[in-house]
């Protein structure tokens, strides 16, 4: 006999059934607990390490990649994610999907021991490393867009909001130091040449200007940057003036 003959046949069994699923899912909603905002975790961290002066690219081998090393050891790591910028390294650590909300306190505590860890490996002046796992406040906003049907996407603009950002974050890494202010220590400039011997390590640039092979290495270095930086930026008016001037001096 099928499941379906014996209900039709015994058809109280079936209403009794169907009857207790029914005050069973009322009593059950009327109990759940009911939030405006309800509480949840956030399975994903930041972490920031400032290195002041240094290059994009120095950022990412110097301060990115040996932290991010550290932080894959981290248990219950999905992916890490690295973004470097002038003087500044941003880390995003993200949690397995399958974490324990109990859990995840205690991982925290784990990622701030591995990145207190590896700062002692990190070149002088990069730091202090903030760890960021704290997100509470959540808002969610909806955004539609609506275009014609003769609307036309222009590259043209998104290039050009695209370099004027990029300007932006350069001209804030731009620092202005004041010549007449009288300091009682003398200050320490370092720049990393790629010296065969040296193998790309920083030297005292008083030590570069007296070596001639240095001095030479460091303006090449200079001149290739800026070649960069105006190939870069040729077409952003804002920046006319600046890109003039290097051609000149180049």
Request: proline share 3%; hydrophobic share 45%; net charge negative.
């Amino acid at each position: 006999m099928s499941i379906t003959e014996f209900f039709l046949r015994r058809r109280a069994i079936l209403w009794f059934l169907l009857t207790l699923f029914v005050v069973g899912g009322v009593w059950a909603f009327t109990k759940m607990g009911k939030k405006e905002d309800s509480t949840f975790v956030i399975k994903t961290a930041v972490v920031m390490c400032p290195y002041a002066g240094a290059t994009p690219y120095e950022v990412e081998q110097l301060i990115s990649e040996p932290v991010a090393r550290e932080l894959q050891t981290v248990r219950r790591v999905k992916k890490v994610t690295s973004e470097s910028y002038y003087g500044l390294s941003k880390i995003m650590v993200e949690l397995e999907s399958g974490t324990r909300s109990d859990e995840i306190p205690q991982l925290w505590d784990e990622l701030r021991r591995k990145a207190m860890n590896v700062s002692s490996q990190l070149p002088e002046g990069a730091g202090p490393i903030q760890v960021n796992d704290d997100f509470g406040d959540v808002y969610g906003l909806y955004f539609a867009l609506v275009a014609d049907d003769e609307f036309e996407w222009d590259d043209a603009v998104a290039g050009e909001l695209y370099r004027e950002g990029q300007a932006r974050v350069l001209i804030c890494n731009i620092v202005k130091v004041p010549t007449e202010t009288v300091h009682s220590e003398p200050i320490r400039a370092f720049v990393k040449v790629n010296k065969a011997q040296s193998n790309g390590t920083y030297h005292n640039i008083q030590t570069v200007m007296e070596d001639d092979y240095l001095k030479a290495q460091l303006f090449m270095a200079a001149q290739r940057d800026m070649d960069a930086f105006i190939r870069k930026y040729h077409n952003l008016a804002k920046l006319a003036g600046v890109i003039n001037a290097m051609r000149l001096v180049s």
